[in-house]
T-cell receptor, first 112, second 115 residues
């Protein structure tokens, strides 16, 4: 498997439910970031979590990082139809913020 | 403050033609990164540039692809003699510094279709 691999590949839920997406990686990292991409659009940065942090919150988003298991999770609470998008995790291994390794993403569909 | 600007948004080229994709970083950002996204996949790093310098091109295909970031003007990703496999979305990102604690900001992408 590749660095920054998301699971599941696709997730379909009803509006109001919570959505959890997971990301696993192989090597040591400086930080891990989650992005959202609407179909045909660019990436929107959601959250950055550093390797010495375990959890971060931003609005309805909660990200955890377990460096011992080399994994991260993104939880979206009280989902909305507008949350429908692909979600990617990206790891940064060294001091170069721009050279990130992305997974293939989780496609989230929130049904109204 | 305008974001990262990419153009064209959509480009159609016949096999064998050249494609030129342009990227203007956010104001004050001197670091530019290009990524490629194939259908149903994540982004793959291609190249990292600062003004007039290529810093890391480890993700660039060895042939037909080149990138530049001149002293004046946008960064250019150039693909010569395009083939069908080059059809993808090409994203540019920029950051103010190289520090890994910084967020990088992505443009809306350029979608290349080779027919």
């Amino acid at each position: 498997s590749q660095q920054g691999e998301e699971d599941p590949q696709a997730l379909s839920i009803q509006e109001g439910e919570n959505a959890t997406m997971n990301c696993s990686y192989k090597t040591s990292i400086n930080n891990l970031q989650w992005y959202r991409q609407n179909s045909g659009r660019g990436l929107v940065h959601l959250i950055l979590i550093r390797s010495n942090e375990r959890e971060k919150h931003s609005g309805r988003l909660r990200v955890t990082l377990d460096t011992s298991k080399k994994s991260s999770s993104l939880l979206i609470t009280a989902s909305r139809a507008a949350d429908t998008a692909s979600y990617f995790c990206a790891t940064v291994r060294n001091t170069n913020a721009g050279k990130s390794t992305f997974g293939d993403g989780t496609t989230l569909t929130v049904k109204p | 403050n305008a974001g990262v600007m990419q153009n064209p948004r959509h480009l159609v080229r016949r096999r064998g033609q050249e494609a030129r994709l342009r990227c203007s970083p956010m104001k004050g950002h001197s670091h530019v990164y290009w990524y490629r996204q194939l259908p149903e996949e994540g982004l793959k790093f291609m190249v990292y540039l600062q003004k007039e310098n290529i810093i890391d091109e480890s993700g660039m295909p060895k042939e037909r692809f080149s990138a530049e970031f001149p002293k004046e003007g946008p960064s250019i990703l150039r693909i010569q003699q395009v083939v069908r496999g080059d059809s993808a979305a090409y994203f540019c990102a920029s950051s103010p510094t190289v520090y890994s604690g910084n967020t990088i900001y992505f443009g809306e992408g350029s979608w290349l279709t080779v027919v």
